[in-house]
């Protein structure tokens, strides 16, 4: 008898014993075939982890056969069919994975409600507003100069024909007024948010 044909022969016995649950056995199929197994696996993976995951069930799949292992006449063709059906099985999966997590990311909807914050934000404008209306004529023009035009306070001064230093203490009460009244007359923090902003 050639060795290919006992070999075969030997691992058919092999597998009627494991189909009755012969640990032995399985021992010595599963030490004949692992490295082959997870070498396949992990050319079609490029995974360490997902090619041990494909060849723990392909051998857990063999000792669960019972009875089915006795139609079995190529242990290593049939491994290695069954660790490519379940190596593209993970990859048909993260596939899958792959779209639903774009399609996710297509349908997803920024969660604030624009019409809520544009009311706010005119609260907050309109609060800020009287504020500033209820500066003293001076402190005013320098708030409006340097905080809501962007001059710097030497600009400020030059316009106002006023020293710098002096434009620089009218903004400094400008802006204490300022939040003071805005945190007095508002219930929402965001307000001195906005407030810090302009």
Not at 9 to 20: D, G, N, V
Not at 92 to 104: C, N, T
Not at 113 to 127: G, V
Not at 128 to 141: H, N, S, V, W
Request: proline letters at 2%; glycine letters at 2%; charged letters at 25%.
């Amino acid at each position: 008898m050639p060795a290919d044909d006992r070999n075969l022969s030997l691992e058919r016995e092999l597998l009627l014993k494991i189909a009755l649950k012969d640990e032995q056995a399985f021992t010595v199929i599963y030490e004949r075939y692992v490295k082959k197994i997870y070498t396949f696996s992990f050319r079609l993976l490029n995974s360490k982890q997902l090619a041990e995951e494909v060849v723990q069930e392909c051998f857990l799949k063999i000792w669960l056969l019972g009875d089915s292992l006795n139609s079995i006449l190529n242990i290593e063709a049939y491994l290695v069919t069954l660790s490519r059906n379940k190596s593209l099985d993970v990859l048909r999966l993260q596939q899958r994975e792959m779209k639903s997590d774009l399609q996710e990311g297509k349908n997803w909807i920024e969660g604030h409600n624009d019409t809520e914050e544009a009311i706010l934000l005119n609260d907050t404008r309109n609060l800020l507003q009287t504020a500033i209306d209820q500066l003293p004529p001076q402190q005013k023009r320098v708030y409006q100069l340097c905080q809501q035009e962007g001059l710097k306070y030497e600009e400020a001064a030059k316009k106002l024909n006023l020293s710098p230093l002096t434009v620089k203490k009218h903004m400094q009460l400008a802006l204490r007024f300022v939040r003071t009244y805005v945190a007095t007359n508002s219930k929402i923090a965001i307000a001195l948010i906005l407030l810090k902003i302009r």
